[in-house]
């Protein structure tokens, strides 16, 4: 069973940057894929970024160009880079995981994929 902890959320003027980190609980090598994924108040979940056991990355378009998803194999941890932020992107983010590869190179942000997932960690831009 996989724990993940969120932290690095908070708050930001618009156009500033913050960096998620997600700790996993046990070693996240390249057996594993990953993903961000937020959700604001009375919206559906959104998948942001994701990472595949090989390291290829995905982004949804609304985040594509200011998000930068990366992982740390030897600290167990997965980031979320996030600049040029933007009201639109308050939310609380999720980061969630899965022993294996992504079915397909389209897969990843749709939540399904995951088995594991961490408590959240609030994000919220002002204007």
């Known amino acids: 069973q996989v724990q993940l902890v969120e932290s690095g959320g908070g708050s930001v003027e618009a156009g500033g940057s913050l960096r998620l980190s997600c700790v996993a609980s046990?070693?996240?090598?390249?057996?594993?894929?990953m993903g961000w994924f937020r959700q604001a108040p009375g919206q559906e979940r959104e998948g942001g970024a994701r990472?595949?056991?090989?390291?290829?990355?995905r982004y949804a378009d609304s985040v594509k160009g200011r998000f930068t998803i990366s992982k740390d194999k030897a600290k167990n941890t997965l980031y979320l880079h996030m600049n040029s932020l933007k009201p639109a992107d308050t939310a609380m983010y999720y980061c969630?995981?899965?022993?294996?590869?992504?079915?397909?190179?389209?897969?990843?942000?749709?939540?399904?994929?995951?088995?594991?997932w961490g408590k959240g960690n609030q994000v919220t831009v002002s204007s």
């Open positions: 969630a995981a899965e022993y294996g590869s992504l079915p397909s190179v389209v897969a990843g942000l749709q939540g399904y994929e995951y088995t594991y």
């Open positions: 046990e070693y996240i090598d390249s057996s594993y894929c």
């Open positions: 990472i595949d056991s090989d390291g290829s990355t």
